[in-house]
């Protein structure tokens, strides 16, 4: 089907005079036995019919594939039929009587020469009805994998969503600490330095794998906000190399970081630090150690599940979670860098 799928003129042309020496075969086979009995004066004669033979079914092969995947490539089985059988019928009258005109008898157009007509009808019909089927079914996959598209970006979209709301919430628990330590100079700082993350996070809907270092760009802002919060008892160690071609889905970082915080105690004496760095496979890995609260909050573990379920939308991969008690430990697969989608 990919021979045909771009059928330009030439091409079918092609097709036509390779296919015509598959038809006019049995007149090849038979030619020299012919000339054999042919005075030799007739013999440029009965060559040049046999060329005119050769030149009119590779011209009618031709005809029919033009109108078969061209003209009439929406038509039933049925219609396909009826004029492909009339065309080949028409030239087959019309071969006749060029047969009579230049040999003076029709006795060499009986049944070779009728079979061979029927060949390149049934051919002709079952290319173009094949293709027509081709087509269809190509349509309707494409169709198919639009609604999947679609329906993977709605998710996604769903997806994305649900992270804004959430952050925003755990943001203003912050910002209400500060407001009632009556630190104006730290509750400004945070503010400004929230506001230029809900502007990543307001972005990231236009986005679905971001540069690992674009990520962690985002996450450097992220720690001041998060040191003015804790007074310094929260703390990261960021060891990727600055030149990483890696990406990874939008805000895969923010939903980890949050995780640890609502799920650790972090105080003077549970002092955290967040390490993320790239394992010898090339994976995320980010870890820390684990200080349970005394009562654990309610959450229903949307940030996580909402991460892997980004991972297998857009990496079709999962993420790896380890915890042995003493430290926690999430592992992120990276995709290499494809610059040709930067913009």
């Known amino acids: 089907m990919n021979l045909l799928e771009n059928h330009s003129s030439f091409k079918l042309l092609t097709i036509s005079l390779v296919s015509a020496v598959f038809i006019v075969y049995p007149d090849i086979a038979c030619l020299p036995w012919e000339l054999s009995f042919l005075d030799s004066s007739r013999h440029a004669a009965h060559l040049t019919f046999f060329f005119f033979r050769y030149i009119y079914f590779t011209a009618l092969i031709w005809g029919l594939l033009i109108f078969n995947l061209k003209k009439a490539k929406d038509l039933c089985f049925k219609q396909r039929s009826i004029r492909t ?7 087959y009258a019309l071969f006749v009587l060029i047969m009579f005109l230049w040999t003076g008898k029709i006795h060499g157009a009986g049944s070779i020469v009728l079979f061979q007509f029927f060949v390149v009808f049934i051919v002709s019909t079952f290319v173009g009805h094949l293709f027509m089927m081709y087509n269809v079914q190509r349509k309707k996959e494409q169709e198919i994998e639009q609604l999947k598209i679609e329906n993977l970006q709605s998710r996604y979209d769903a997806l994305t969503n649900q992270i804004n709301p959430h952050f925003f919430f755990n ?41 690992l270092s674009e990520e962690l760009t985002f996450i450097e802002s992220f720690r ?13 160690d960021i ?22 915080i609502m799920h650790n105690t972090i105080d003077s004496y549970h002092k955290m630090n967040i390490r993320i760095r790239l394992n010898e496979v090339g994976e995320l890995v980010v870890s820390n150690p684990i200080y349970p609260k005394l009562s654990q909050p309610v959450t229903n573990g949307t940030g996580i599940k909402n991460l892997e379920n980004r991972f297998v939308l857009l990496m079709n991969k999962h993420i790896r979670i380890e915890n042995d008690g003493k430290t926690y430990t999430v592992y992120l697969s ?3 860098h494809d610059e040709s989608t930067d913009s």
């Open 239 to 260: 060891e990727v190399p600055a030149d990483t071609k890696r990406q990874l889905p939008v805000l895969s970082l923010l939903p980890l970081i949050d995780n640890v």
């Open 171 to 211: 943001s203003l628990n912050g910002l209400t600490a500060l407001v009632r330590k009556g630190n104006e100079e730290k509750t400004l700082a945070y503010v400004n330095d929230m506001s230029d993350i809900f502007r990543y996070i307001l972005q990231s809907d236009k986005k679905g794998l971001v540069s």
């Open 334 to 336: 990276l995709k290499e």
């Open 85 to 91: 059988f009339v065309a080949t019928g028409v030239t």
């Open 224 to 236: 001041y906000m998060m040191e003015v919060r804790f007074a310094n008892k929260l703390s990261f």
